[in-house]
């Protein structure tokens, strides 16, 4: 209760007074929970010019109160599991080790890295790799359209539609507006999953008749008119092609990359320590 008047106490003489632009004694302490402080010097990074008085009061005040309430919390697990303190702080060192540890690995690679991938980088990486690039699921390459039933120029649209002609294609290109949806770029690979969940009227289709190259699909339901063709299908266990391995290709080649740049900092440092004896093992 008496932490209870001094915290009301405490918030009254921050409003009352030119407080927040942390004048004065910065060791000034404007909070306690037991044998721990908070000082004036802890509520800079939570202020700025910008902000009103208002604001700034209860920003101040909602900052005090949990850390009050963090620091409740800390005193109690530590009488409550005083038997797991040691323990705690082995994690906490750990923890403490790593964090600076990996930022400045972080900062290393960010200033070493190289990152430029040519074309014959990823050729020699897909070259070596095959083993690793079969597909885990059927790829296709196709062209689909979704028109209006009474759509304007429909017949017009469907013959273009099916056309192999790239006079045709740009033609159809250009009329792109007439089309409810559409993908027309038949040159890149799709993952089966994908066809289904984007163009849905395939899910009527038998998979088996689907995956085939050159298959053509023309369905019409009480709205609209579905125009599907299938380039081409690459089943399960087949090699990936590699346009469409690419992405997975350059993260693996910058992966090791940076493997190989960590090992070699690693290995200056500790040459560099055993040149100046700062090392022994015994």
Not at 178 to 201: A, E, G, Q, V
Not at 239 to 262: D, E, F
Request: proline share 1%.
């Amino acid at each position: 209760m008496k932490q209870f008047y001094f915290y009301i106490f405490l918030i009254i003489g921050l409003q009352s007074c030119d407080y927040f632009t942390i004048k004065n004694d910065e060791r000034e302490a404007v909070a306690r929970v037991n044998e721990t402080y908070l000082y004036k010097k802890d509520l800079k990074t939570i202020l700025n010019n910008n902000l009103s008085k208002n604001d700034s009061i209860l920003i101040v005040n909602n900052f005090i109160n949990n850390w009050i309430k963090q620091q409740l919390l800390l005193s109690k697990a530590q009488l409550n599991l005083g038997d797991k303190s040691s323990q705690y702080e082995d994690l906490v060192k750990k923890y403490r080790e790593d964090l600076f540890i990996n930022s400045y690995k972080e900062a290393v690679v960010k200033q070493y890295l190289d990152t430029l991938i040519t074309n014959k980088d990823i050729d020699e990486f897909y070259e070596k790799n095959t083993q690793n690039f079969k597909l885990n699921e059927e790829l296709v390459k196709l062209k689909y359209i979704k028109l209006g039933k009474d759509a304007y120029e429909k017949k017009e649209l469907v013959k273009l539609f099916k056309s192999s002609k790239k006079q045709d294609l740009d033609s159809l290109q250009k009329m792109k507006l007439s089309l409810n949806s559409f993908h027309l770029n038949d040159s890149i690979w799709i993952k089966y999953n994908d066809i289904l969940n984007k163009i849905p009227i395939v899910k009527e289709i038998d998979k088996k008749l689907l995956l085939k190259k050159d298959y053509f699909i023309q369905k019409e339901d009480s709205l609209s008119l579905y125009l599907v063709t299938i380039k081409d299908v690459l089943k399960r266990n087949s090699l990936a092609p590699k346009s469409y391995i690419t992405p997975t290709i350059k993260q693996m080649i910058l992966h090791q990359r940076k493997l190989s740049l960590l090992r070699s900092i690693e290995e200056t440092i500790i040459d560099d320590a055993r040149k100046k004896q700062q090392i022994e093992t015994y």
